[in-house]
């Protein structure tokens, strides 16, 4: 099984900064990454994915706050998060999936259930 391990979260104040790594799925074939989070009582939410070809997707909360990149040589994609608000509160994943045969890429980008290998998550918790 595939296994990933995530880093870099931590406690910020709201419009504070982090970047998340995760280590270990970035150099499979065609495969897309993806970040989730899951605060506690609530399900968990895409929040930004990147494919092969440079595509990426991001949930329209954090839409010109965070920025997704992968370095496949480095075998790692990154989440740059800015300005973070409380609602960002939460723990965050990386994740696998492959191509999705005759599936538009911005169709499943963000959802959860379609991914197939998960990291162990990183905790960011944002204080106002």
Do not use: H
């Not at 992968?70 to 973070?84: C, E, F, G, I, R």
């Amino acid at each position: 099984q595939v296994q990933a391990v995530e880093s870099g979260g931590g406690s910020v104040q709201a419009g504070g900064s982090l970047r998340l790594s995760c280590v270990g799925f970035g150099g499979y074939g065609s495969s897309s990454l993806g970040w989730f989070r899951q605060a506690p009582g609530k399900e968990r939410e895409g929040v930004a994915a990147i494919n092969r070809a440079e595509i990426t997707c991001y949930a329209d909360s954090v839409k010109g706050r965070f920025t997704i990149s992968q370095d496949s040589a480095q075998n790692t994609v990154y989440l740059l998060m800015n300005s973070l608000e409380v609602e960002d509160t939460g723990m965050y994943y990386c994740a696998r999936v492959p191509p999705l045969a005759g599936r538009p890429y911005n169709r499943y980008c963000l959802n959860p259930s379609e991914y197939r290998d998960w990291g162990q998550g990183t905790q960011v918790t944002v204080s106002s």
